[in-house]
Nanobody, 123 residues
Framework: QVQLVESGGGLAQLGGSLRLSCVAS????????MGWFRQAPGRAREFVAA???????YYSDSAKGRFTVSGDSAKNILDLQMNNLKPEDTAVYYC?????????????????WGQGTQVTVSA
C-alpha cells in the first residue's frame, strides 16, 4: 500500500507564504498525476492543483496566480508553493494520486491519499 506523506503546513499571516511537500513511499509507484486538495471545516474537499507525470499543471480558480505546483514525477514528489495567502485558504491540505489517464478535479478520481497537513492563515 502506497503511503503519501505531506509536510510543510503551519501558520501564516495574511499575504504570507507556505510551501507544502508530498512524497510517496514507494518509488516504483507510477501514478498518472499527483495533486493537492483541501478541506475547510464544514466544507467538502476541493481540488487545488495537480501535476501530471508529463509535467502538465492544473489549478483551481482560487489557486491560479497565487499557488505553484511543482515536483519530480520520477521520485513521486509534489510541492505546492502558496503565496499571498488569505484566511479563506485555511484548511487541511491533502496530497493525492490518480492512475486514471487524465487529471481529474474530483475527490473520487483519486486513489491514494495522505493524512493531510493543516494550513492556517490569520488576518
Amino acid at each position: 500500500q502506497v503511503q503519501l506523506v505531506e509536510s510543510g503546513g503551519g501558520l501564516a499571516q495574511l499575504g504570507g507564504s507556505l510551501r507544502l511537500s508530498c512524497v510517496a513511499s514507494d518509488v516504483a509507484f507510477s501514478p498518472y498525476a499527483m495533486g493537492w486538495f483541501r478541506q475547510a471545516p464544514g466544507r467538502a474537499r476541493e481540488f487545488v492543483a495537480a501535476m501530471s507525470n508529463r509535467g502538465g499543471t492544473y489549478y483551481s480558480d482560487s489557486a491560479k496566480g497565487r499557488f505553484t505546483v511543482s515536483g519530480d514525477s520520477a521520485k513521486n514528489i509534489l510541492d505546492l508553493q502558496m503565496n499571498n495567502l488569505k484566511p479563506e485558504d485555511t484548511a487541511v491540505y491533502y496530497c493525492a494520486t490518480t492512475s486514471r489517464l487524465y487529471v481529474g478535479r474530483k475527490e473520487s478520481e483519486y486513489d491514494h491519499w495522505g493524512q493531510g497537513t493543516q494550513v492556517t492563515v490569520s488576518a
